[in-house]
C-alpha cells in the first residue's frame, strides 16, 4: 500500500484537497476539496445516488436542515450518549481519544481498564493520567439573537447542535413521506450531506474529520423481515464498492460489531473495513436499528409514526437497516487504490492515478503538439469544443512540452490524452495516449 504522505501531496500538488483555511496555517479536522476534488467527489457523490436512489422505485431522496430542533438529539440519544472517551495527561496536559492510543480496548473503556495498559502519553512519554471523561462530540451553536453576556438560562434555551449524523434529518422526515408519497414497505430515504463532530483528535488526512459528509439510507421495513432486508443490503454495498466504484474485493473487510462496541441504537452492525495506507479503518457501517429511532421520536413529539399495511390493515411501526458511508472515507480509499508509482526506462518513476473511467475528473485531454503552430492550435481547439459538447469532463492542455503534460494527466487520472500534430491537418487522426499502458494509438476524429 501506497504511503499517505504520498497522496496528500498529490492531493495538494493537483489541487485535490487542501487544509482547511489553508491561508490562515489550517484548522484541525477541516478540509477544502479543490477544482479536481470537487469533481472527483461529486462523481462519487452521483454514483452512490444513482445507485441506491435513481435507478429503484423503492428509495426516495430528501435534502433536510443541518440545524434541527435540539429534541431531535435528545430524542435520538445523542445528547446523553455520542461521546468519546477522553482522557487527559496530568504532565502536559494534552488530552486524547483513550481508546485510540492504546491497544486493546474499546470506545467503553473505563479508567481502571485504562490504567491497566500502561499507555504513555504519546507527547510527553510520562505515564501519569487523569481519569477517563465522556466528551460529547457534538458541535453547539446558538441560534437567535444570543449575546455573549446574556444571562446562562437564556443561552442554554437558544442551543442548538450541528447535527452529528444525516439520519435524524431522514427520521424526521419519515412520517412526512408517508403521509405524501404513500409508499409501499419496504422502502428507504435516503440523504446525502454535511455532518460534524468535534473530534478529540482528527487525524489521517481525511479520514476523521470534524466536518465530513456523509451518504446515508433509512430502509425501513417490516420488523419481521429485518434479517433479509439487511443481507440484501450487505450485499449491495459490496457490488456498490467493488462494481460501481471499483475497489479491490481483498481490501475490505467485513467486521460484525461486539454488542458492547454497537452504537447505543444498534442490535447489529456490520461495519466494512478498508485497507487503508495507515492500516485497516472503517469505511462504511451498516446497522440494525430496530424501531429505536421512529419510537422516541413518537414518544418525544407525540405523533404516531406507525405505518399502516395497504393490504391487510395492519399497523405498527416499521424496523429500520442502515447503511451510512462517510464520502471522504470513500474519496480516501479510492485515492489510495488507484495512486500508482511506476518505475520509468530512465530510472526515474512514473505516478499514476489509476481511476476507474467513471470517476476521473477528466475523461480526455486535449492539446497540440507544439503550442507556437498556429494551425495545430487552430485544429486542437476544434477537437476540444467537439469533445467538450459530447463529453463535458475534458481538459484543454499546451503548457510545457508533451512529456510534461502526459507527467500531470497521468497524476490527476486522466485517462486518455489527444494529440494533435501535423499529420492531423492532413488525415484528420489523432494521438490518443492511453494512461495506463502509456501506448499511443491513431484514431479518426470522428471516432473519438
Ligand atoms: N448514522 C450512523 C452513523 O453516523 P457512524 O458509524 O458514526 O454512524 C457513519 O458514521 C460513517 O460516517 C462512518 O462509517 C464513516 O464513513 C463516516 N464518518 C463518521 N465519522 C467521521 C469522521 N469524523 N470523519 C470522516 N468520516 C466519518
Same mark, same amino acid.
Given at each position: 500500500m501506497n504511503s499517505l504522505e504520498n497522496i496528500v501531496s498529490l492531493c495538494k500538488r493537483r489541487?485535490f484537497i487542501?487544509?482547511?483555511?489553508?491561508?490562515?496555517?489550517?484548522?484541525?479536522?477541516?478540509w477544502?476539496?479543490?477544482?479536481?476534488g470537487?469533481?472527483l467527489?461529486?462523481?462519487l457523490?452521483?454514483? =452512490?445516488?444513482?445507485?441506491?436512489?435513481?435507478?429503484?422505485?423503492?428509495?426516495?431522496?430528501?435534502?433536510?436542515?443541518?440545524?434541527?430542533?435540539?429534541?431531535? =438529539?435528545?430524542?435520538?440519544?445523542?445528547?446523553?450518549?455520542?461521546?468519546?472517551?477522553?482522557?487527559?495527561?496530568?504532565?502536559?496536559?494534552?488530552?486524547?481519544?483513550?481508546?485510540k492510543?492504546?491497544?486493546?480496548?474499546?470506545?467503553?473503556? &473505563? &479508567?481502571?481498564?485504562?490504567?491497566?495498559?500502561?499507555?504513555?502519553?504519546?507527547?510527553?512519554?510520562?505515564?501519569?493520567?487523569?481519569?477517563?471523561?465522556?466528551?460529547?462530540?457534538?458541535?453547539?451553536?446558538?441560534?437567535?439573537?444570543?449575546?455573549?453576556?446574556?444571562?446562562?438560562?437564556?443561552?442554554?434555551?437558544?442551543?442548538?447542535?450541528?447535527?452529528?449524523?444525516?439520519? !435524524?434529518?431522514?427520521?424526521?422526515?419519515?412520517?412526512?413521506?408517508?403521509?405524501?408519497?404513500?409508499?409501499?414497505?419496504?422502502?428507504?430515504?435516503?440523504?446525502?450531506?454535511?455532518?460534524?463532530?468535534?473530534?478529540?483528535?482528527?487525524r489521517d488526512f481525511i479520514l476523521r474529520d470534524?466536518?465530513?459528509?456523509?451518504?446515508?439510507?433509512?430502509?425501513?421495513?417490516?420488523?419481521?423481515? =429485518?434479517?433479509?432486508?439487511?443481507? &440484501?443490503?450487505? !450485499?449491495?454495498?459490496h457490488?456498490?464498492l467493488e462494481?460501481?466504484i471499483g475497489l479491490d474485493p481483498a481490501n475490505i473487510h467485513e467486521l460484525?460489531?461486539?454488542?458492547?462496541?454497537?452504537?447505543?441504537?444498534?442490535?447489529?452492525?456490520?461495519d466494512f473495513m478498508f485497507d487503508y495506507p495507515t492500516g485497516e479503518e472503517e469505511l462504511m457501517?451498516?446497522?440494525?436499528?430496530?424501531?429505536?429511532?421512529?419510537?422516541?421520536?413518537?414518544?418525544?413529539?407525540?405523533?404516531?409514526?406507525?405505518?399502516?399495511?395497504?393490504?391487510?390493515?395492519?399497523?405498527?411501526?416499521?424496523?429500520?437497516?442502515?447503511?451510512?458511508i462517510g464520502?471522504e472515507r470513500l474519496f480516501l480509499a479510492v485515492l489510495a487504490s488507484a495512486y500508482t508509482e511506476e518505475p520509468?526506462?530512465?530510472?526515474?518513476t512514473r505516478i499514476v492515478l489509476k481511476l476507474p473511467?467513471?470517476l476521473?475528473?477528466?475523461?480526455?485531454?486535449?492539446?497540440?503538439?507544439?503550442?507556437?503552430?498556429?494551425?495545430?492550435?487552430?485544429?486542437?481547439?476544434?477537437?476540444?469544443?467537439?469533445?467538450?459538447?459530447?463529453?463535458?469532463? /475534458?481538459? =484543454?492542455?499546451?503548457?510545457?512540452?508533451?512529456?510534461?503534460?502526459?507527467?500531470?494527466?497521468d497524476e490527476i487520472g486522466?485517462?486518455?490524452?489527444?494529440?494533435?500534430?501535423?499529420?492531423?491537418?492532413?488525415?484528420?487522426?489523432?494521438? /490518443?495516449?492511453?494512461r495506463d499502458?502509456?501506448? !499511443?494509438?491513431?484514431?479518426?476524429?470522428?471516432?473519438?
Amino acid at each position: 500500500m501506497n504511503s499517505l504522505e504520498n497522496i496528500v501531496s498529490l492531493c495538494k500538488r493537483r489541487g485535490f484537497i487542501f487544509p482547511g483555511s489553508d491561508v490562515y496555517g489550517g484548522f484541525a479536522g477541516t478540509w477544502d476539496f479543490g477544482p479536481l476534488g470537487t469533481i472527483l467527489k461529486k462523481n462519487l457523490m452521483d454514483a =452512490w445516488w444513482h445507485f441506491f436512489v435513481e435507478s429503484r422505485d423503492d428509495m426516495y431522496g430528501v435534502d433536510a436542515a443541518i440545524l434541527m430542533n435540539p429534541k431531535t =438529539w435528545e430524542a435520538s440519544g445523542h445528547t446523553a450518549t455520542f461521546a468519546d472517551p477522553l482522557v487527559e495527561c496530568k504532565e502536559c496536559k494534552s488530552r486524547f481519544r483513550a481508546d485510540k492510543i492504546a491497544e486493546g480496548i474499546t470506545e467503553s473503556v &473505563t &479508567t481502571e481498564e485504562f490504567l491497566n495498559t500502561h499507555t504513555k502519553c504519546p507527547v510527553c512519554s510520562k505515564e501519569s493520567w487523569g481519569p477517563i471523561r465522556k466528551f460529547n462530540m457534538m458541535f453547539t451553536t446558538h441560534v437567535g439573537a444570543v449575546l455573549p453576556d446574556d444571562d446562562k438560562d437564556l443561552s442554554d434555551k437558544n442551543i442548538a447542535y450541528l447535527r452529528p449524523e444525516t439520519a !435524524q434529518g431522514i427520521f424526521t422526515n419519515y412520517k412526512n413521506i408517508i403521509d405524501t408519497i404513500y409508499p409501499s414497505l419496504p422502502f428507504g430515504i435516503a440523504q446525502q450531506g454535511k455532518a460534524f463532530r468535534n473530534e478529540i483528535s482528527p487525524r489521517d488526512f481525511i479520514l476523521r474529520d470534524r466536518e465530513c459528509s456523509q451518504m446515508e439510507i433509512e430502509y425501513f421495513v417490516k420488523p419481521s423481515t =429485518w434479517e433479509d432486508n439487511f443481507e &440484501t443490503l450487505r !450485499q449491495l454495498q459490496h457490488t456498490f464498492l467493488e462494481d460501481i466504484i471499483g475497489l479491490d474485493p481483498a481490501n475490505i473487510h467485513e467486521l460484525e460489531v461486539p454488542a458492547e462496541d454497537r452504537a447505543h441504537y444498534s442490535r447489529r452492525t456490520i461495519d466494512f473495513m478498508f485497507d487503508y495506507p495507515t492500516g485497516e479503518e472503517e469505511l462504511m457501517g451498516l446497522a440494525y436499528r430496530t424501531d429505536f429511532d421512529l419510537m422516541n421520536i413518537q414518544m418525544a413529539s407525540g405523533k404516531s409514526m406507525e405505518y399502516r399495511d395497504k393490504n391487510t390493515g395492519d399497523t405498527f411501526v416499521p424496523h429500520v437497516i442502515e447503511p451510512s458511508i462517510g464520502v471522504e472515507r470513500l474519496f480516501l480509499a479510492v485515492l489510495a487504490s488507484a495512486y500508482t508509482e511506476e518505475p520509468t526506462g530512465d530510472d526515474g518513476t512514473r505516478i499514476v492515478l489509476k481511476l476507474p473511467e467513471n470517476l476521473a475528473p477528466y475523461k480526455f485531454c486535449v492539446s497540440p503538439l507544439l503550442k507556437n503552430k498556429p494551425e495545430l492550435v487552430t485544429k486542437a481547439k476544434e477537437v476540444y469544443t467537439a469533445l467538450k459538447s459530447k463529453y463535458t469532463f /475534458v481538459t =484543454w492542455d499546451d503548457s510545457g512540452n508533451i512529456g510534461k503534460r502526459y507527467r500531470k494527466q497521468d497524476e490527476i487520472g486522466t485517462p486518455k490524452c489527444i494529440v494533435i500534430d501535423f499529420d492531423t491537418l492532413t488525415d484528420d487522426t489523432v494521438t /490518443v495516449r492511453d494512461r495506463d499502458t502509456t501506448e !499511443q494509438t491513431r484514431v479518426k476524429i470522428s471516432e473519438l
